[in-house]
């Protein structure tokens, strides 16, 4: 704004000017030409604050970049609704929810790139198990070790690949494995700052102690909640192919996220299934011996974890490390 106000006032110099000379010229009355021009500028800065729309009180201010990026991915959103075929696109959805902390809206944006990549699409795999491991709180559970060992696979010079590959390895007790995939990773040069954190990994690999269980918190480990999900009769024909179930336990009457999530399909339906520490969202924060938690199934048509009008769900409450595996009826519409 200060360059352009800056043109501005000398384009009204030189508009001022053009007026002034003829009048200097003319030497009737020496005062007239720097009257014209303090007059010209003047009313020139006075029509101009008055008559544009820039707010001029200082409390305008630029789109912030949180703001440019949610507006990129709500446009990003309306065209892969008209275009879902577009395998870049959700993949730089998928990234984009990443850079929002949507982890969960993420993992849907990689599903959809994996399912149009036939499952062969690197950097689906990568975005996918980088999401799970984030909305783990971080941690690399099975399912995210699984897809960075697929990226692996189908490119084994990919860095992001060999990094995650190296890590997965590494947390299920691999360290030769782990340190030939990171010592890969630096055969391709990476920055020195990646170069000196893998060389910190590899030695840490030499020197860690085997893993003991002398601190484990067998309780809360081996906390879980089991159930099998059924399905009203009545509802069975609202269920789509493309439908998404999902699974919580939530404290009662806790806001925040929940304790553990699952996300599968209607195909899971009728099967026993269960969460556990390992579906934890956030570190420290899962299920623990004694609880009595709100276990809630959901079938989401929108394929989102929030929920929306129209979903189905039902609920039950269950007391973590008391009650077996039992039947949670999903028998209601969300209103």
Same mark, same amino acid.
């Given at each position: 704004m200060t360059t352009f106000i800056v043109l501005a006032a000398l384009m009204a110099l030189a508009a001022a000017a053009i007026i002034a000379w003829p009048l200097y010229r003319a030497r009737r009355k020496p005062w007239l030409p720097v009257a014209a021009s303090v007059l010209l500028l003047a009313l020139s800065g006075f029509l101009?604050?008055?008559w544009s729309n820039w707010d001029w009180s200082g409390k305008q201010q630029m789109p912030s970049q949180a703001d440019q990026i949610l507006d990129m991915v709500a446009r990003l959103e309306r065209r892969l609704a008209a275009k879902p075929d577009d395998l870049q696109g959700w993949l730089l959805l998928g990234r984009s929810y990443m850079t929002l902390e949507r982890f969960d809206d993420a993992i849907v944006a990689y599903d959809q790139a994996l399912k149009l990549g036939g499952g062969k699409d690197a950097e689906g795999a990568? /975005?996918?198990g980088e999401a799970i491991a984030m909305r783990a709180g971080g941690q690399i559970i099975p399912p995210a070790a699984e897809m960075f060992e697929t990226a692996v696979k189908l490119a084994p010079q990919n860095p992001r690949a060999l990094l995650f590959g190296g890590?997965?390895?590494?947390?299920? /007790?691999?360290?030769a494995l782990a340190k030939s995939r990171w010592e890969a990773l630096k055969a391709l040069n990476p920055p020195p700052q990646l170069a000196k954190m893998i060389d910190a990994r590899i030695a840490a690999l030499d020197t860690a102690p085997a893993a003991t269980t002398e601190n484990a918190t067998p309780s809360s480990a081996a906390a879980s909640a089991r159930v099998t999900v059924r399905l009203a009769p009545a509802l069975n024909a609202r269920v789509k192919p493309d439908s998404v179930l999902f699974l919580f336990a939530n404290l009662p009457a806790e806001r925040g996220p929940p304790l553990a999530v699952k996300r599968l399909s209607p195909a899971d339906i009728g099967k026993p299934l269960e969460l556990s520490?390992?579906?934890?969202m956030v570190p420290g924060r899962s299920l623990r011996q004694g609880q009595t938690v709100q276990l809630t199934a959901r079938i989401s048509f929108s394929g989102q974890p929030l929920p929306s009008a129209g979903d189905l769900y039902g609920e039950l409450t269950y007391n973590v490390g008391h009650d077996g595996t039992r039947e949670l009826l999903i028998d209601r519409v969300a209103q």
């Open positions: 101009y604050s008055r990568l /975005g996918m890590f997965a390895a590494a947390n299920r /007790g691999d360290k520490a390992a579906d934890s």
